[in-house]
């Protein structure tokens, strides 16, 4: 009788990847995030990533980040992965669940992380962590007892033929 394998992936990799990926589903030309809600026994329960709402054409709404005028950029349209993935969940409460998510949430994807009732984000870039934003987030986390943390890259390549 052999052995299992030893080099499988870690449970937070595997999750970090299924975001990473749903991401890749992004039309927005800057930013491609993605995020992935897991229960405490680690299923998966949800994926999103951001776009425009349904019905709303990809090709008719603005993919611009500056404008004069707001309704000619993207920012008033998009919907966060964080948000379309629980809005995409169809099973009953997201209590205690775990939320992977490329890109730590902005206060309006933490304000909808918290009501629906998760409690640990785990993100793996932070690149907007000086703007009211996302210091609002943790803030709210906070007070919430939300528990966030940087994921811990392994360095390890995931590479998927399809």
């Avoid at 707001?70 to 099973?91: C, D, F, M, Q």
Wanted: glycine share 6%; net charge neutral; aromatic share 12%.
């Amino acid at each position: 009788m052999s052995d299992k394998r030893k080099d499988y992936i870690s449970w937070d990799e595997y999750f970090m990847a299924v975001a990473k990926l749903a991401g890749m589903r992004s039309k927005d030309p800057n930013s491609q995030v993605g995020c992935c809600i897991v229960s405490a026994d680690n299923k998966i329960l949800s994926i999103g990533y951001n776009g425009f709402p349904r019905g709303c054409s990809d090709d008719a709404f603005p993919w611009s980040r500056d404008d004069e005028d707001p309704l000619k950029t993207k920012y008033i349209y998009v919907t966060h992965s964080e948000l379309n993935a629980i809005l995409n969940y169809r099973g009953g409460s997201l209590e205690g669940a775990k939320l992977y998510v490329s890109l730590f949430p902005c206060n309006e994807c933490a304000k909808a992380i918290i009501q629906a009732g998760i409690r640990t984000v785990i993100y793996d870039c932070d690149k907007y962590d000086k703007t009211p934003a996302v210091i609002a987030s943790k803030m709210m986390f906070q007070a919430a007892g939300v528990a966030f943390q940087k994921y811990e890259a392994t360095g390890r390549k995931i590479q998927i033929e399809v």
